[in-house]
């Protein structure tokens, strides 16, 4: 079963903590996104990337930053977490060329007190 | 600007009901449209797809959308809703190479 795997469903952290989330795809796909989900705003773009270690900025992109050093992984790092970045974050992955056709992780719930 | 719109953040249905859950986009060319389906502490699963080869899609679950470019519209429409159906659906719109999504339509289906 192809699956979008994200390491942490919860996460509770402190202002000023550095956070990773990380998303790992087994489908050889080429794209990779990183979304965030809040009631009333749909699923707003923070970044994605077509290949290995390319990275385009999304939509949202202010305090976050991403990495993707292989195919299969790809990073949102908060390098200072803030509490207006409680959210959840969504990963998804599509092959090249059919960027709307996503397969998404089961997302990571992010808490920053 | 590109957008989609969601008429409705909730939508209530019976049981048996017809199902109909709003879209219209902004875009000046036809763009390829999509509906997602978020079930509750999932991720979003593909629904259907409009890829500009017929107007009328069917989708997984007895789901289908049709597509009118006169009235920028995609609206998503199920004949007879399941119980199983309530949960939050989003359309979205394929916008150079990236999606942009609409802010979502919860289902809710009564007994």
């Known amino acids: 079963d192809v699956k979008v795997t994200q390491s942490s469903r919860y996460l509770v952290k402190r202002t000023g903590e550095k956070v990773f989330l990380e998303c790992v795809q087994d489908?050889?796909?080429?794209?990779m996104f990183w979304y965030r989900q809040d009631p009333g705003l749909g699923l707003r773009l923070i970044y994605f990337s077509y290949d290995v270690k390319m990275k385009e900025k999304g939509d949202i992109p202010e305090g976050y930053s991403v990495s993707r050093e292989k195919k299969e992984r790809f990073s949102l790092i908060l390098e200072s977490a803030s509490t207006n970045q409680t959210s959840m974050y969504l990963c998804?992955?599509?092959?090249?060329?059919?960027?709307?056709?996503?397969?998404f992780g089961e997302g990571s719930r992010l808490t920053v007190l | 600007a590109q957008s989609v719109t969601q008429l409705g953040s909730h939508v209530s249905v019976s049981e048996g009901a017809l199902v109909l859950l709003r879209c219209n986009y902004s875009s000046s060319v036809p763009p390829y449209l999509f509906w997602y389906v978020q079930y509750p502490n999932q991720g979003l699963q593909l629904l259907l797809k409009?890829?500009?080869?017929?107007?009328l899609v069917k989708g997984i679950n007895g789901f289908e959308a049709e597509f009118k470019k006169s009235e920028t519209s995609f609206h998503l429409t199920k004949p007879s809703a399941h119980m199983s159906d309530a949960a939050e659906y989003f359309c979205a719109m394929d916008s150079s190479y990236k999606l942009i999504f609409g802010s979502g339509t919860r289902l809710l289906v009564r007994p």
């Open positions: 489908m050889d796909h080429e794209n």
């Open positions: 409009y890829t500009s080869a017929a107007t």
């Open positions: 998804a992955s599509s092959l090249l060329g059919k960027a709307g056709e996503l397969f």
